[in-house]
């Protein structure tokens, strides 16, 4: 029996994005999460906000290590796996990769300066602007390789003559139309997603350890940035609607099982499909469709009748499409539960039942990232670049990459043992109650020390 190249293909590489995506996200949402705490720190003087800042930059180094090795190993599989999409489109992304590793490079040669210079400016200010570059270089990463996603959506920026992409305008096709959605919505979950980590790391402490100044000032302020994130990321969410409703009614369609062309159309959550592709057991909400896809209740939503059927995606989107939307309402709603408790002074936002559900948000939160990846890579199919070449045309035909999977599955296991073994020993061992009395001394000795050469 013959090797099903393209299947393997795309396992392998679902393979790596799906693991890249947890350490791309860190890498992504964290930065801004320090810097947010040491300026509190600063501009409070708490050392306890100041001491957030210092270990989760540890924290952070670490999966910056991880992403470096999952990142070069998609790298390495677009040359390996999809050789035929590198020969078409490689004049065409090879700038905004090019820019994405430039903007990595940026970010790490400050975030080494930020983690030497600690308690080294007698301005603590200026360490705070050490975070600036870190935050920007992160940020600009994830839009540079966005825009390469941007660009397989909705390809532009080139004159097709022969079979091949020529007369190539770079910027143009890395500004092309579904940039703007796809790097608002890439942002938002990956800052949203950050904070919820955190969150539930306080969140699990506290309940494992019980509450300390702290981990209670560390869950308030994430849960804060929580808020403001999952309001922002409903918006993306939006925004992306109607993004698709315009230049990829395919995908809407599918994600929404809306199989008809028609004014008013409902939007459908849950359910299941039978064989003749009837939804049962769904709930309808009228007309909410087109509301979300064009604002008004009453518009026409293109559905897959109009679509010829060998070019519709997998119809199983529906499923990551309403996970991850209901994901993003719950950490809007345990956001607001948390703050309610708040400022609700008969109730305590510390309490058992609370905390789990924060702790439970932080896992919510990668498996809406990863949702949304499947929803929005699978949502493309049958296209690698949309319109231009199939999956099957741009898939390696060596029987090799069998092997390959085997092989990346294997890096990807020790590196998520490698991971959560050095970061447990680097919090663990550590508690910051610890740190923070082992730091309040050596400040004192370094103080002393001053006085008496002075």
Known sequence: MGVDTVFWSKL???MTLGFHAIFATLG??????IAIAELIGVRK??????LMAKRWSRGFVISVAVGVVTGTAISLQLALVWPNFMKMAGNVIALPLFLEVFAFFFEAI???IYLYTWDRFKNPYIHCLLMIPIVLGAGMSAVFITTVNGFMNQPQGFVMNAGQFTAVNPLQAMLNAATFSKVFHVLSSAYLTGAALLAGVAAITMLRKGVTPYHKKALKLMMGVVLLFSLLNTLAGDVSAKFLAEHQPEKLAAGEWHFKTEKGADLILLGFLNAEHEVIGALHLPKVLSFLAFGDFNATVTGLDQIPKEEWPPLLIHYFFDAMAGIGFALLAISLLYFLFVF???????NKWLL??????????????ELGWFYAELGRQPWIIRGYMRVDEAATSSPNVRILFFFFLLLYIVLGIMCVLVLRRLFNN????VEMEKWAKDKRNLTTEEGEHA
């Open 12 to 14: 392998v590489t679902g």
């Open 28 to 33: 992504v949402g964290i930065p801004l999460m």
């Open 344 to 350: 609700w002074k008969k109730r305590n936002e510390l």
């Open 110 to 112: 400050f975030l080494g």
């Open 356 to 369: 789990r559900i924060i702790a439970l948000g932080g896992v919510l939160a990668f498996m809406g990232v």
């Open 45 to 50: 003087q708490d050392p306890h906000y100041t």
């Open 430 to 433: 550590n508690p910051p109650e």
